[in-house]
């Protein structure tokens, strides 16, 4: 069997991901849960990436999908008593109503999404605007899919622009100037190897943009060191993968040893 059909067979799901080769560089255990679907991590920082994602990329998606709640919104279901309160959030009442509201709406196939995190997004997409990267480097076909092969190895996923002879990924950091760091912790290096070596392109850049005020932007071009360094670390998850496939799924146990 090839390496799609092995992991068909394996894990159900006969592709790899930029996600699911970042957890093959740690434990497998991970690795084999986020591939089973086991592994559901919904942080907020994740949750308003998403937002801010579709809102740059997909507008007419993101308005079509996510319903704002604001605190007027659920005031105007409470009673008087609730309305009239010190703390009107903190009361059972309020916070039964938003639960069921949020319910509601996710019954209907819509995201709930707060007014601050649907304002700031669209502040932060503003800045891009004003600054002119959104009509340059955030220019292009959007969200494109690709579903190949890397040397035999499949790899599945979605890159945010695919511009005239360049890539660009939109990156949201608490810091521009330490963006740097977050690319190897994030490995965002392996998103950047496998997109370039999926579309052939060369030219490889991050759009990032602090996600405070005042939302600082810069562009990120990346360095032929960074690229071969994504791409080390993408052989070496795959390497880690077909050991795990080899020896019957595998995972050995190990501990850390140091001192302090």
């Not at 480097?137 to 996923?157: S, T």
């Not at 960074?226 to 595998?250: P, Q, S, Y």
């Amino acid at each position: 069997m090839n390496l799609r059909e092995q992991l068909t067979d394996s894990v159900g799901k006969g592709h790899l991901s930029y996600s699911s080769i970042k957890y093959a560089l740690g434990d497998m255990r991970l690795w084999e849960m986020y591939m089973r679907g086991q592994l559901k991590k919904e942080s907020d920082a994740l949750t308003f990436g998403t937002l801010y994602d579709m809102l740059l990329f997909e507008k007419e998606k993101a308005l079509d999908t996510y319903v704002v709640i604001n605190s007027d919104t659920i005031l105007s279901n409470c009673s008087d008593k609730t309305i009239n309160s010190k703390k009107p959030a903190m009361t059972a009442e309020y916070k039964n109503i938003k639960a069921d509201m949020v319910d509601q709406i996710k019954s209907e196939g819509k995201e709930v999404c707060s007014e601050e995190d649907w304002q700031q997004a669209n502040d932060m997409i503003e800045r891009l605007d004003a600054c002119g990267l959104l009509a340059t480097y955030l220019n292009g076909q959007y969200q494109v899919e690709f579903n190949q092969d890397i040397d035999g190895i499949p790899v599945k996923g979605f890159l945010d622009c695919l511009g005239d002879g360049f890539i660009t990924d939109s990156k949201s950091s608490r810091s521009v100037n330490k963006f740097k760091y977050d690319v190897n912790s994030w490995c965002y290096d392996i998103q950047a190897y496998i997109y370039t070596k999926v579309f052939g392109i060369e030219d490889y850049y991050w759009v990032v943009q602090e996600k405070t005020y005042p939302y600082y932007p810069a562009l990120v071009k990346c360095t032929d060191e960074t690229m071969l360094r994504g791409e080390m670390k993408f052989h070496e998850a795959v390497t880690n993968i077909k050991d795990w496939l080899a020896n019957g799924h595998k995972t050995e146990t190990h501990y850390a040893v140091f001192e302090v």
